[in-house]
């Protein structure tokens, strides 16, 4: 199976998505009734015509996500000395936003409040979350920027 979808796993993943594509398409637009622009919202969303997409959406995100974690796990199992450079970063990422996010002010204004409904620790998760970002943002561009430099004097 290994060699199979590294030789054709590109392709095939291609294929599978053009052709869910393809049937979203044909079913969204079998279900769209004439005047569908000219209904109000609540109309439009009643026809169910893109639940389709919608479903299949969310399974397919559940399905990669589960995946993921499970060819995470057998990663970690069959290959622990690996595994714990990824541990690391992981709990390296975790320090940097309960830090960001302890440093977060947590100001809200009336208007945030009012129009999108944002507390205090909703405030300082996003802005934690945005630090965090910037953060491992210029890590990233440090990093890149220190491999030129020393693959230029190699």
Excluded: C, H
Excluded at 91 to 105: S, T
């Amino acid at each position: 199976m290994y060699k199979f979808l590294t030789k054709n796993g590109q392709l095939l993943s291609f294929v599978v998505g053009a052709a869910i594509s393809v049937l979203f398409i044909l079913i969204a637009s079998s279900g769209i009734p004439d005047g569908f622009d000219q209904l109000d919202k609540k109309e439009q969303f009643a026809t169910g015509s893109f639940d389709f997409g919608l479903y299949a959406s969310i399974f397919l995100t559940i399905i990669a996500f589960g995946l993921m974690i499970a060819f995470g796990v057998f990663q970690m199992a069959t290959n622990p000395k690996g595994a714990i450079k990824g541990i690391a970063g992981i709990v390296a990422i975790a320090v940097i936003f309960l830090i960001a996010y302890n440093m977060g002010d947590g100001t809200v204004t009336e208007k945030w409040a009012s129009d999108f409904d944002v507390t205090e620790n909703v405030s300082r998760y996003v802005s934690g979350a945005m630090t965090t970002t910037l953060i491992l943002g210029i890590i990233a561009v440090a990093a890149l920027v220190i491999s030129e430099v020393r693959n230029f004097f190699k």
